[in-house]
């Protein structure tokens, strides 16, 4: 039996959101083309002998400022749904216990308590700075590593999540958005 003990954070519930949003390949590919925009902008305004600059960036700048907003959007919506579930939901605030079983996982917490076989578990993903259960694609719940008090204990709880999710094979960071959160 592995028991981990710590509370979660605002922090920790916005990087399990941000992981949310940024680890989806449509994510990275609009990053990709919103520089890609910017950039024909840009080469068309410099670029292009004799063009008016002027007119050029006034017909686009709607659509840059659109652009920009959205980008900050997307940026500043994942803080304010974190800091807004955990104002709302005091679940997330209390201190909490989590027991990891060879048959089950049990969390404890004053105002809650859940029991879950591992078969709910459908992948485990790991961050650089937690470890999300995944409970389905929508759902997961979070283990930030400063809950572990060693190394060992650590690869101790990867070898029994190892050993009781059937579709892990292995856990470790994966991706941009994973070494990012």
């Known amino acids: 039996m592995i028991t981990l003990h710590g509370t979660l954070t605002v922090d920790d519930l916005r990087k399990v959101l941000y992981y949310g949003m940024f680890r989806r390949p449509q994510a990275i590919g609009?990053?990709?083309?919103?520089?890609?925009v910017l950039v024909s902008l840009a080469s068309m305004i410099?670029?292009?002998?004799?063009?008016?600059?002027?007119?050029i960036g006034l017909n686009a700048s709607p659509f840059v400022v659109l652009l920009l907003f959205w980008c900050l959007a997307m940026i500043v919506m994942p803080l304010r749904s974190a800091k807004k579930r955990f104002a709302n939901e005091k679940v997330w605030s209390e201190p909490g216990a989590y027991a990891f079983l060879p048959e089950e996982i049990r969390i404890n917490r004053p105002s809650a308590s859940s029991v879950m076989n591992w078969n709910v578990v459908t992948e485990v993903r790991e961050t650089r700075s937690l470890f999300l259960l995944q409970l389905g694609s929508n759902s997961s719940i979070p283990i930030p590593k400063r809950f572990f008090s060693s190394a060992d204990e650590v690869d101790a709880w990867k070898n029994l999540v190892l050993s009781r999710v059937a579709s892990q094979r292995a856990i470790a960071p994966r991706g941009?958005?994973?070494?990012w959160c």
């Open 30 to 36: 609009t990053v990709v083309m919103v520089s890609l």
């Open 46 to 55: 410099w670029l292009v002998p004799g063009s008016n600059a002027i007119s």
């Open 176 to 179: 941009i958005a994973a070494r």
